[in-house]
């Protein structure tokens, strides 16, 4: 199956520092990407939409000048946590569709980004 | 709106014997749904999906999943567990005509040996 790789794997920041988190697709092009959070024991909450070439979508009530989502290319999407506080500590997962026929088509996942803000 | 619900926190079943993995869904519209598996500080990965056709799926890992339009669920199924198979479990619905999945709250399956 399709392949996402997410990284770093795991980042430990200083509150108030920015972090960001690199999502690629490896063996197909992904014209949307998804950003999810996940608390611990929790399900994932759709942070924001990433579509290439255009502004990202954000959910109700997820900052998007604090998390901001850049998808400049076909294969990849990043996320940077603008000014962290301790929190923003989470587990962040991205996304990639596989597909052009829109929400029918998979959605594969990157294995995760664990964020420590101190 | 629609949600996806996964009423059982947690199934634990003996190695060999079956595993069922409850979800039940509120779509308006044609559903579309998903299996996923988390393994421990992992990403999901993918088992199966239900777009249209036939009501069995079958997919990764030996998994397959019941689409019951009546009853409003896709419960997912294994014949005979692994206790590889001890991860948490996502059931997901998209909205037709939109792009976002929508989660079930997650099963945490645990097989023992």
């Known amino acids: 199956g399709a392949v996402v790789s997410q990284h770093p794997s795991w980042v430990i920041c200083k509150s108030g520092t920015s972090v960001k988190i690199e999502c690629r697709s490896l063996d197909f092009q992904a014209t949307t990407m998804f950003w999810y959070r996940q608390f611990p024991k929790q399900s994932l909450m759709l942070m924001a939409t990433s579509n290439e070439g255009s502004k990202a979508t954000y959910e109700q009530g997820v900052e998007k000048d604090k998390f901001l989502i850049n998808h400049a290319s076909l294969t990849l999407s990043t996320l940077t946590v603008t000014s962290a506080h301790p929190e923003d500590s989470s587990f962040y997962i991205c996304?990639?569709?596989?597909?052009?026929?829109?929400?029918?088509?998979?959605?594969?996942f990157g294995p995760g980004t664990r964020l420590t803000v101190l | 709106a629609q949600s996806v619900a996964q009423p059982e926190d947690q199934v634990n079943v003996a190695e060999g014997n079956p595993l069922t993995v409850k979800c039940t869904y509120s779509?308006?519209?044609?559903?579309?749904l998903f299996w996923y598996v988390q393994y421990p500080n992992r990403g999901l990965q993918f088992l199966l999906k239900y777009i249209t056709g036939d009501n069995l799926v079958k997919g990764s890992y030996g998994f397959e999943a019941e689409f019951n339009k009546s009853q409003t669920s896709f419960h997912l199924k294994k014949p005979s567990a692994l206790v590889s198979d001890s991860a948490l479990y996502f059931c997901?619905?998209?909205?037709?005509?939109?792009?976002?999945?929508?989660f079930g709250g997650g099963t945490r399956v645990l097989v023992k040996p």
């Open positions: 997901a619905a998209v909205k037709a005509a939109g792009n976002k999945l929508t």
């Open positions: 996304s990639a569709r596989d597909g052009v026929a829109g929400y029918t088509d998979t959605q594969y």
């Open positions: 779509v308006s519209g044609n559903p579309y």
